[in-house]
């Protein structure tokens, strides 16, 4: 018998979220977000981690990480999401260059500032390191590379990514939820049938399903049953698209989903589109879903097979948000349920496997001294 690990009231106490953003949040490499967007210099995303605001900027195409605040009075420096600018404080408009250092002060005459107090105002460096197209960041600088943390999952990220295409969607909601139930919620399938009945359920019944479990990151695929899918509107679509689709980069053959741990998971049916989420914890019973549709690279040589593609990767967003909408709804029930629990128990089937890796990858480190 396979039993949760988790206790029920780890998904709703104070002092256990306080630990996860220790020992988990600010101590692993987490998604920050994508190369894209820190193209030129001076252009830079924030991203929340461990309950902290990060900066990455590009300085003449060397990226950067910072905490987001201010060494004079400790304003947060960088408001939007993304951008370009200079790094400046918009409160009284100190500037920081590429090391973090203070390097224009507005009438600094009136400080006793010398290089050495230049040096101790230093922003707190986060590293960072890409992987294919995607930004991570660390804080804690215990000599473990991206590459090493990310494991036989590198180079399939690394392929996946350099295989987005344009983003067909992008959206944040609130989910009031624990991130763990968020995240467990898409590490099985066996609530498909109950949950999505009349959308991800169209895909088909999983076929030759394979649970691959890569240190912490575990990840599944399975072929789908054809005959079933070609009954859907989505295959018809996806038919009419099959010559064009023929020139993606990445066909894996299956629908395949990663997790990296902690909370970002990448799916992908085929190849075709890739769907990115960011389970961000908000507090012990709230979490912010960031998700991120990409279609795959293609070769489209015509408005007519624009149009083709446009009107697949509409039918396909459409599903997965109502899919997310329905996952949404069935996580705030379970959190209704497991903040009314206190006894351990439960039991896993073995459709739900890589909730169980998960509960011991995250047990090993909730439980490791602070
Ligand atoms: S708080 Fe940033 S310049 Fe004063
Ligand atoms: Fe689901």
């Known amino acids: 018998?396979?039993?949760?690990?988790?206790?029920?009231?780890?998904?709703?106490?104070?002092?256990?979220?306080?630990?996860?953003?220790?020992?988990?949040?600010?101590n692993l490499w987490n998604f920050a977000g994508f190369t894209t967007d820190l193209q030129s210099h001076n252009d830079y995303i924030c991203a929340e981690i461990g309950g902290k605001s990060i900066i990455v900027q590009?300085?003449?195409?060397?990226?950067?990480?910072?905490?987001?605040?201010?060494?004079?009075?400790?304003?947060?420096?960088?408001?939007?999401p993304q951008g370009n600018g200079v790094l400046k404080c918009p409160y009284h408009g100190w500037v920081y260059n590429c090391d973090g250092i203070p390097v224009a002060i507005p009438s600094v005459e009136?400080?006793?500032?010398?290089?050495?107090?230049?040096?101790?105002?230093r922003l707190e460096k986060w590293l960072v390191e890409v992987c294919g197209k995607l930004v991570f960041v660390k804080i804690n600088d215990d000599g473990l590379t991206l590459k090493e943390f990310l494991g036989g999952v590198y180079d399939k990220l690394a392929k996946f990514s350099e295989a987005f295409g344009h983003k067909i969607n992008e959206f944040k909601?609130?989910?009031n939820a624990n991130w763990k139930i968020t995240t467990e919620n898409t590490l099985e399938g066996y609530h498909v049938f109950s949950v999505h009945k009349n959308t991800f359920s169209k895909y088909g019944f999983p076929v030759d399903k394979k649970y691959i479990c890569n240190e912490i990151h575990s990840a599944y695929s399975d072929k789908g049953n054809p005959k079933y899918i070609e009954k859907s509107k989505e295959a018809i679509l996806l038919k009419k698209a099959e010559s064009i689709l023929e020139s993606r980069p990445l066909k894996v053959g299956s629908f395949y989903h990663q997790l990296v741990f902690p909370n970002l998971t990448i799916a992908t049916n085929d190849g075709i589109a890739f769907y990115l989420q960011i389970h961000q914890p908000i507090n012990p019973v709230e979490t912010k879903l960031t998700s991120h549709v990409f279609v795959s690279k293609l070769d489209i040589k015509s408005d007519f097979e624009q149009d083709i593609i446009d009107t697949l990767t509409q039918s396909l967003t459409k599903i997965y948000v109502e899919v997310c909408e329905e996952d949404k709804a069935i996580c705030e029930i379970v959190q209704l349920g497991i903040s009314s629990r206190n006894q351990e128990g439960g039991i896993f089937s073995l459709e739900e496997q890589r909730v169980y890796e998960f509960h011991k990858a995250y047990s090993k480190l909730i439980n490791s001294p602070m």
């Open 1 to 26: 018998m396979i039993k949760p690990l988790i206790l029920p009231s780890y998904y709703s106490d104070t002092e256990i979220f306080q630990r996860e953003q220790m020992l988990i949040f600010q």
């Open 58 to 80: 590009n300085f003449h195409g060397e990226l950067q990480a910072f905490l987001n605040v201010c060494s004079h009075r400790f304003s947060q420096i960088h408001q939007l």
């Open 110 to 121: 009136r400080f006793d500032i010398n290089n050495e107090t230049r040096e101790s105002l």
């Open 173 to 175: 909601i609130k989910i």
